[in-house]
């Protein structure tokens, strides 16, 4: 049963896994990059993102302690396509080349992971999430608002990505958020779909939930509509934690919060796609890249095991 063309094998895919596991006809999670940078603001290079992540996702440790399992075998195995090749479109057009190349692989109980560059590149896999789950809720972990009508004239710009999936319909609840302008802020209370967690109410030890993730994950969960996409901006993290960003922030979630979060979203709404984004690899410091490959596999064990509690 050799992986088919458009398929990665172990020396490239996600975790490294050798065959049978990394084929897609068995597996429930597909991996799909989709690398897309054409807006960064600051740092650029979060289009060698996905890359970094699928290589350092081969030293990930397969067995997880907490579970007590290996998480790819629960799944039935995690296949990774081969990159789409966005050959050279942007904004409107890198979109929907996304949203095209994911819309084929959506089916239920099947998992998405899309690993993608700037924020914006996540919208073509929201949309393909969405035409099958009409009751869906988008769950944006980030640092920004990313709700600005345009920025630099530009509506697909990296900082107004979720100002086209509200545009979109979609139920939006944002966690983790510290950068935010005016105009964002007035969507915002303008706003009945948009539910946000700022990072100082929910993270400062000083706020009302004393930064203990037990206390405000449970609000985040009953904010949330209906099953949730998360789409997972890298820079919600705090910046200590994964510095190779396009746009780092100080002030973001821990490892155990981003965890905590993860696992009541999935024994909760569930989760049934994910994508991230944002990762601007530093060369020669792969801790960054590690951090997020170990975090996904992670949460992919925490999805599975809430599906299985239903
Ligand atoms: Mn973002």
Redesign the pocket.
Known sequence: MAVPAGWLGPDENFLGLDEPWCHPDQAGVYVLPAAYEHTSSYVPGSDRGPAAILEASRQVELYDETLGCEPYREWGGVATAAALDLQGKVDRDAVEAIEAFVRPHVEPGRFILTLTG??TG?LGAIRAHARQCPDLCVV?V?????LRQAYQGNPFS??S??ARVVEDGLPLVQVGIRSISPEEIDRINGSKTISTFFAEKILDPSGPYEGRAARWVPEVVKACTGPVYL?F?C??LDASLVPALG?PEPGGLTWYDTLTLVTALAQGPGIIGMDV??LAPIEGFVAPQFAVARLLYRMLGRIRAGRRAD
């Open positions: 700037e924020h996540a944006q980030d640092a920004h608002g990313d990296h900082a990505v979720m789409t901006d820079d919600g746009t984004s944002e």
